[in-house]
């Protein structure tokens, strides 16, 4: 059974930064499509960043030039930094791993708030 893990999240002050990662277990094979979305009150689930196999990289408009998706092959792992954090960015943040983003497994979701 695969399943996902996510760390990292919590309470930073705007302007700050941090990074969330995920631990994808249960499943010896890598998979196509790592990403991360999020959900803030209220609002629907949005894409974040998205990295496939190998290595091509898309971020929404909103993180573009603040946020950087890596992954591990290796050992199945994705890491999402976001540095000049700001209130907006307040928001249930999950990982995502399928052959297409948006499809396959999710993890449970970490909380990350940024106050003003």
């Known amino acids: 059974q695969v399943q996902l893990v996510e760390s990292g999240g919590g309470l930073v002050t705007a302007g700050g930064s941090l990074t969330l990662s995920c631990a994808v277990s249960?499943?010896?094979?890598?998979?196509?499509?790592m990403g991360w979305f999020r959900q803030a009150l209220g609002k629907q689930r949005e894409l974040v960043a998205v990295?496939?196999?190998?290595?091509?990289?898309i971020y929404a408009d909103s993180v573009k030039g603040r946020a950087t998706i890596s992954r591990n092959n290796a050992n199945n792992t994705m890491s999402l930094h976001i540095n000049s954090l700001k209130p907006e960015d307040t928001a249930v943040y999950y990982c995502n791993v399928g052959r297409i983003i948006g499809q396959g497994y999710w993890g449970q979701g970490t909380q990350v708030t940024v106050s003003s």
């Open positions: 249960g499943s010896t094979l890598s998979f196509n499509a």
């Open positions: 990295i496939g196999s190998a290595g091509v990289t």
